[in-house]
């Protein structure tokens, strides 16, 4: 399974911003998708997952702002990204796994396949 993460981009503070993780060789419908962020200087951080089930989960920072969602038919999840802070400027990248679970879904170690990163920066 092969991920291209897109929709990265300069906005200011206070817009919206969609990112799109999409797959190909193969599907990963089942699969924990999630997405990390690193900052300038600063290690690769977890910020949201969506199961199998379609649970989906936060880190806190983006509770409320921060929507991951999952398209089956298009094998692609998205992270709908609003009220965006200077803060949230980092490079995402998006990450699946077969197996993991739920304990170790904010761990990037769990994910077996990652997209190249897309360039979000929030200016003030």
């Known amino acids: 399974v092969q991920l291209q993460a897109s929709g990265g981009g300069l906005v200011q503070a206070g817009d919206s911003l969609r990112l799109s993780c999409t797959a190909s060789?193969?599907?990963?419908?089942?699969?924990?998708v999630a997405w990390f962020r690193q900052a300038p200087g600063k290690e690769r951080a977890y910020v949201a997952a969506i199961r199998r089930s379609g649970h989906t989960y936060y880190t806190d920072s983006v509770k409320g702002r921060f929507t991951i969602s999952r398209d089956k038919a298009k094998n692609t999840v998205y992270l709908q990204m609003s009220s965006l802070k200077p803060e949230d400027t980092a490079v995402y990248f998006c990450?699946?796994?077969?197996?993991?679970?739920?304990?170790?879904?904010?761990?990037?170690?769990?994910?077996?396949?990652w997209g190249e990163g897309t360039l979000v920066t929030v200016s003030s």
């Open positions: 990450a699946a796994s077969p197996s993991a679970i739920l304990s170790s879904i904010t761990y990037s170690s769990a994910y077996n396949y």
């Open positions: 060789g193969g599907t990963f419908t089942t699969y924990t």
